[in-house]
């Protein structure tokens, strides 16, 4: 797990926001220290390579620990969160902050920071990781064995063929996914999966969804385990292949 925080100016009278999209800034130039009193100022270091008619409204900070390497330190991902947001109450009290944790499925390896990057769908971050497995994607398309679960392209191949999973079947199937080892229960899948304005389903109903999902696994079925009197969970496989490009958190602090 890792985790990034995001600053934003914020002033007494929050502005419009503009209909444009929203672009992604380069790095801020290193903060230069300051000038001793006798020294002349020097000019503030501004953010490189801002397109005209755009202005730098806040950055992210990211920051790759996992919760053992924390532990380690003799700290959580909490108070580091907390650390942070109290420096930049101190620096800049106007500003606003937001803090979220990565996830990716359990011994996925890779660094950390990279994970936090991936899932907060960072431009630089996504068009490296698809320039490394273009190749490697594409020769696993042709030729794939066992199951392949494929949350960046909202997809399901068994043996190279597609699933032919619904929307919901899916996202039923990649929250367990996001939550590999841990029993959900029908009520959790329920507030997560249906919103306020959809009609809420009975747990009976979960089931019959759940059911759906596994017949379409067919002789895969058994990565969706049925938790008697609790719930469902997804047991991976070593025939079944995880990928993840970026998927946004599911927590925040």
């Known amino acids: 797990m890792s985790l990034a925080l995001a600053t934003a100016p914020t002033a007494r009278?929050?502005?419009?926001?503009?209909?444009?999209?929203?672009?992604?800034?380069?790095?801020?130039?290193?903060?230069?220290?300051?000038?001793?009193?006798?020294?002349?100022?020097?000019?503030?270091?501004?953010?490189r390579a801002v397109p005209e008619?755009?202005?730098?409204?806040?950055?992210?900070?990211?920051?790759?620990?996992?919760?053992?390497?924390?532990?380690?330190?003799?700290?959580t991902l909490h108070r580091i969160v907390e650390a942070l947001r109290r420096l930049t109450a101190e620096v800049a009290p106007s500003a606003e902050t937001y803090a979220a944790v990565a996830l990716a499925p359990e011994g996925s390896g890779g660094r950390d920071v990279?994970?936090?990057?991936?899932?907060?769908?960072?431009?630089?971050?996504?068009?490296?990781?698809?320039?490394?497995?273009?190749?490697?994607?594409?020769?696993?398309?042709?030729?794939?064995?066992?199951?392949?679960?494929?949350?960046?392209?909202k997809r399901v191949l068994l043996d190279g063929e597609p699933a032919g999973l619904t929307y919901k079947e899916f996202e039923l199937l990649q929250y367990l996914v996001l939550r590999e080892g841990r029993t959900i229960d029908r009520h959790e899948l329920i507030e997560s999966l249906?919103?306020?304005?959809?009609?809420?389903?009975?747990?009976?109903?979960?089931?019959?969804?759940?059911?759906?999902?596994?017949?379409?696994l067919a002789h895969y079925q058994d990565i969706v385990r049925t938790v008697r009197g609790l719930g469902y969970r997804f047991d991976r496989h070593a025939d079944v292949s995880i990928r993840q490009a970026s998927t946004p958190s599911p927590d925040v602090f």
């Open 13 to 47: 009278t929050a502005p419009s926001i503009s209909a444009a999209p929203i672009r992604a800034v380069a790095p801020v130039e290193p903060i230069a220290r300051l000038a001793a009193p006798a020294e002349a100022a020097a000019p503030a270091p501004r953010v």
């Open 53 to 75: 008619g755009t202005e730098a409204r806040g950055f992210v900070l990211y920051v790759g620990i996992d919760e053992a390497k924390a532990a380690a330190d003799g700290t």
């Open 114 to 153: 990279d994970v936090v990057r991936l899932a907060l769908q960072d431009p630089a971050a996504l068009a490296k990781q698809r320039e490394a497995q273009g190749t490697e994607r594409d020769d696993a398309d042709r030729h794939p064995s066992g199951v392949i679960i494929d949350i960046s392209r």
């Open 194 to 216: 249906w919103s306020a304005d959809d009609e809420a389903p009975s747990e009976r109903t979960i089931d019959v969804h759940v059911r759906r999902l596994r017949s379409k």
